[in-house]
C-alpha cells in the first residue's frame, strides 16, 4: 500500500489513474485511495489543519480574527447558510515534519551540513551561514519578550535554519485569479539539494482569489510553530539514541517586492518611501497625472526640489551613504503608525515612513528588520530589470521617448535580433538551457526568469554589439552582464562584493545621466 501511495506522490498520479491501477492490476490488491490516504495519515501521526478564511481570501480567521463573523475589508460572511465555513486555508504543521527528519538516518546525514559548514576565514562568501546576520546570530542569546532563554542561536549542530518564501501567482491561463504558497527552505541541507521539490516544506497555500488584505493572519499558524522551537521542542535522534530539545529558527524572508512589502506591512513599491532598505523618498513624474513615484538619485532639477524653500528636499541622493534602515528605527516606527489614535493620523504616520503597522514577524528574534529580507535575484533582474531595459530600447517603457539621446532600436533592428535569438536553438546544445530560446521580438514579456537569464548572459551581448547608434549604450549593458556574472558565481570573494557594490551604484548612475532621468530635468 505505502510502495503504490510513493508512487503517486512521486509520479503525480491523478485519481483516476488510482482507479484505472485498481482495475488493471488485477492480481495485486489495491485499495481504493481513500482508504490509502487514511493509511498513511494514521501511519505518518500527522494531520494538517483547517482554518477558516475570507471567501475572498482578505483575512484568515485566526488569532486577533478568531471570533469574528464577517471579514472586517470585504463585509463577506464567515459562514454560508447552513453554518458551515464558505473557505478554508489549510495549514501543514512543521513541528512533526522537522521531528520526523530525526527518525531518517539518511536526512540527519543530510541535515549536518549546516553544523559542518565553516564560516569561511579567506574572504570567501559561499552561503547564507557567511553573511553578516548568521555570524550575529550566533553570538546572540535567543530571548522571548526580552528574557533570555540561556542559549544561544545555533548553539546546537541540530538546530535548524529557515527561509520563508512568499509569492503569488496564477494557475489559470487567464491570469484574473491568484494564490499564495508559504514556503519554507530547509538551509540545513546541502546548497545542491535544499531548493529540490522533495525538500522544499510547504506549509499552506493561500487560494484566492485575490491577494489577502491580512497576511499575517495566514502566517499566524507558522509564527505559533516558530515560537515554540525557541524554548525547543522534544525530538527523539534515532543516529544518537537520545531525546533533545530542537530548535528551528528562520533567518530569511524573500519573495517578489509586493509579496515582501506585504509581509514587512510596508506600504510598497509606489508609495513615498517605498525601499524597504532605506528611507529614499519618491517623488512625482512631473507634469503628469500619474500618482505613481520614482526614486531617482539625481533630482535637483525636478520641479519639487527646486519649489523646496525649507530645504527638506534632497536634491541629490550619494548611492555609497543612502539613509538606511535599522532593526530599532524600523520597530519604533511600526510601532510609532500602529499606536495612532485615529485612523487618518495612523495613514499619515505610514505615509511618512511606509509602514502601515507591526508585522507579526517582528516577535521572531531570529529576524532583522530589514536585511533579514533580501531582494529576490530573480524577480529583481530576470522578470523586472531585463524586460523593461528591452521596452525601453524599443520605446515601449511607459511612453518615455529618448529625450536628450538615441538609445532606441529600430523596429526591424529588433526584429533581426529576435529572428536571430530563435535561430540559436539550432546550434545551442540543450544542456545549455531548459528550453529552446524562442523570438523575444515577437513574444518578449512572456518569456521565463530562465530564458530572461540565459539571454542576457549568453546571447545578449553577442546580438546586441553593434546595434546602438553610440557604443556606450552597447558598454552599459556589458558593464551590467559582468556584474550579474560576479553575483550569479557559488564563490564571491569580499573584494568581488566591494566590486558589485561599486559596479551597480556607478551603473545606476550612468542609466540616469545618459538613459532615463535626465530627459526633462536637465537644464
Request: glycine residues 6%; hydrophobic residues 40%.
Amino acid at each position: 500500500m505505502l510502495r503504490t501511495f510513493s508512487l503517486k506522490v512521486e509520479e503525480c498520479l491523478s485519481e483516476e489513474t488510482w482507479s484505472k491501477m485498481m482495475h488493471t492490476f488485477r492480481l495485486h490488491t489495491i485499495p481504493s485511495l481513500k482508504v490509502t490516504r487514511a493509511r498513511v495519515e494514521f501511519l505518518a501521526a500527522y494531520r494538517p489543519v483547517a482554518y477558516d478564511c475570507c471567501v475572498n481570501s482578505c483575512i484568515c480567521y485566526i488569532g486577533p480574527h478568531e471570533m469574528k463573523t464577517h471579514c472586517p475589508y470585504c463585509k463577506e460572511a464567515r459562514k454560508n447558510n447552513n453554518g458551515r465555513s464558505r473557505k478554508t486555508f489549510t495549514y501543514s504543521p512543521i513541528i512533526p515534519r522537522l521531528k520526523a527528519f530525526f527518525k531518517n538516518r539518511e536526512m540527519i546525514k543530510l541535515m549536518g551540513y549546516r553544523a559542518n559548514s565553516i564560516i569561511s576565514e579567506d574572504s570567501t562568501i559561499k552561503d547564507i551561514f557567511d553573511g553578516g546576520n548568521y555570524v550575529h546570530l550566533k553570538e546572540k542569546y535567543v530571548t522571548i519578550r526580552g528574557v533570555s532563554q540561556g542559549h544561544k542561536f545555533f548553539s546546537d549542530d541540530r538546530d535548524v535554519a529557515l527561509g520563508l518564501s512568499l509569492d503569488g501567482f496564477c494557475p489559470f491561463k487567464r491570469r484574473n485569479q491568484t494564490c499564495w504558497p508559504l514556503i519554507l527552505f530547509n538551509y540545513n541541507l546541502p546548497p545542491d539539494i535544499r531548493f529540490h521539490l522533495r525538500y522544499i516544506l510547504c506549509v499552506g497555500v493561500i487560494p484566492g482569489p485575490q491577494k489577502p488584505k491580512d497576511v499575517d493572519s495566514f502566517s499566524y499558524p507558522l509564527i505559533v510553530e516558530l515560537l515554540e522551537f525557541l524554548t525547543g521542542v522534544a525530538t527523539f535522534d534515532i543516529e544518537r539514541n537520545e531525546v533533545f530539545l530542537l530548535s528551528a529558527y528562520l533567518v530569511a524572508v524573500f519573495g517578489d517586492i509586493p509579496a515582501v512589502s506585504m509581509i514587512m506591512r510596508m506600504k510598497g513599491h509606489n508609495g513615498i518611501f517605498p525601499c524597504r532598505m532605506c528611507m529614499i523618498k519618491g517623488i512625482r513624474v512631473p507634469e503628469t497625472r500619474n500618482t505613481s513615484h520614482y526614486v531617482p538619485l539625481y533630482r535637483a532639477n525636478h520641479p519639487v526640489v527646486l519649489a523646496d524653500e525649507e530645504n527638506q528636499e534632497i536634491p541629490i541622493y550619494n548611492p555609497a551613504n543612502l539613509p538606511l534602515r535599522r532593526h530599532e528605527q524600523f520597530l519604533e516606527q511600526a510601532r510609532h503608525v500602529q499606536l495612532a489614535p485615529t485612523a487618518a493620523e495612523e495613514q499619515r504616520r505610514a505615509k511618512a515612513c511606509g509602514i502601515k503597522g507591526i508585522p507579526v514577524l517582528s516577535h521572531l528574534p531570529s529576524l532583522l528588520f530589514p536585511s533579514s529580507f533580501p531582494f529576490d535575484f530573480m524577480h529583481l533582474i530576470w522578470e523586472n530589470l531585463l524586460p523593461n531595459l528591452i521596452l525601453l530600447w524599443t520605446g515601449k517603457f511607459k511612453g518615455l521617448d529618448e529625450g536628450r539621446e538615441s538609445y532606441h532600436l529600430g523596429v526591424g533592428v529588433w526584429e533581426a535580433i529576435g529572428e536571430a535569438t530563435k535561430a540559436s536553438g539550432s546550434t545551442i546544445p540543450a544542456a545549455y538551457a531548459t528550453a529552446r530560446p524562442h523570438n523575444i521580438a515577437d513574444d518578449g514579456m512572456a518569456g521565463t526568469a530562465d530564458s530572461w537569464s540565459f539571454w542576457a548572459l549568453y546571447l545578449g551581448p553577442v546580438l546586441l554589439k553593434g546595434r546602438f547608434s553610440k557604443e556606450a549604450y552597447y558598454k552599459h549593458f556589458i558593464k551590467l552582464i559582468q556584474l550579474l556574472r560576479l553575483c550569479l558565481q557559488f564563490e564571491i570573494l569580499k573584494d568581488e562584493l566591494s566590486e558589485i557594490r561599486e559596479g551597480f551604484r556607478d551603473w545606476v548612475k550612468t542609466y540616469e545621466r545618459s538613459v532615463f532621468f535626465y530627459r526633462k530635468c536637465i537644464k
